[in-house]
């Protein structure tokens, strides 16, 4: 039987491989979905052959909480990367809020009849094509923008800020790039400085908010962690955008092994609220 070791450079050698395949495939094409799709079904394969539980993919009880803060009564909520749809089973129990979502690999094992109405199994793009313009409330990403293609997310923006209402919520979770690589490279390939596998780019708070402003956002407040609660404070009562992005600006000729694990627990989180004025 392989070892935990011999799993994990198993499953980076494929992610590295399919990462270059999707990089290489036309942007937006049926090429580049269909590569996607079969990259996550093998790559859970060999997550599941590790004995990690793949049943809560994209879902923390901590995020959840921060969702259910933004819903409003009849709100339309959006989410991208809807994995084994825990969020969206818990949000399904309200009746007046409208869930929607995609993913571009749905397993059957775990989306039956009525929890799959409104989720696609397609792209983020082409999920959202398939919408009428101004019709989110709430978009909600976890983990999702770094698994993007960097010559796709302009687009994908642009498009999704037509979708969303005047006054629409993004929330993005995305691991910090300051203290990657975040994917499988980081635990099988640790002299890499930069994700190699299905991370395509790891983005910082800086980037975040760029590529954001770019296509007409604003950004509405950052999350950090909290000492000692399983909860958020808003980043945006800490630091205005000028300053944390200076600091961010030092923290990248500053090597993280150097800085304190404190330091490191505060910024490794990239939580970011954007909204559509």
């Known amino acids: 039987m392989a070892s935990e070791m011999d799993m994990l450079k198993q499953q980076y050698e494929l992610e590295r491989e399919y990462a270059e395949r999707i990089k290489k495939a036309q942007p937006f094409s049926e090429e580049r979905a ?6 996550y079904q093998k790559v859970n394969a060999i997550i599941e052959m590790r004995n990690q539980n793949t049943n809560a993919f994209g ?3 901590q ?9 409003r009564k009849e709100d339309t909520f959006f989410e991208a990367g809807a994995g084994t749809g825990a969020l969206i089973g818990e ?17 059957p094992r775990f989306w039956n009849e009525n929890l799959i109405q409104g989720i696609m199994e397609d792209t983020l793009f082409h999920s959202l094509m398939k919408l009428e313009d101004e019709s989110i409330d709430l978009f909600f990403w976890n983990d999702v923008i770094e698994h993007i293609c960097p010559d796709e997310i302009s687009e994908t923006l642009n498009l999704l800020y037509k979708k969303m209402k005047h006054g629409g919520t993004v929330l993005t979770v995305t691991p910090n790039a300051l203290t990657g690589p975040h ?47 399983n909860k958020y404070t808003e980043r945006c009562c800490l630091f205005n955008d000028k300053l944390r992005f200076s600091l961010e600006k030092i923290l990248r ?25």
Do not use: W
């Open 34 to 39: 269909q590569i996607t799709k079969e990259a």
């Open 253 to 277: 000729l500053i090597s993280f092994k150097k800085l304190s694990s404190l330091f490191v627990y505060f910024l490794e989180l990239n939580v970011s609220v954007m909204q559509k004025p």
């Open 183 to 229: 994917d499988i490279t980081a635990y099988a390939a640790k002299e890499e400085k930069t994700a190699q596998g299905l991370h395509l780019k790891e983005y910082t708070y800086t980037e975040v908010a760029e590529v954001f402003h770019q296509s007409g956002f604003i950004t509405r407040g950052h999350y950090i962690r909290q000492i000692g609660k």
């Open 91 to 107: 949000l399904r129990k309200n009746p007046e809020v409208n869930v929607m979502g995609c993913d571009t690999f749905l397993d």
């Open 59 to 61: 879902f923390n009880i």
């Open 63 to 71: 995020y959840s909480d921060m969702v259910l803060s933004f819903l």
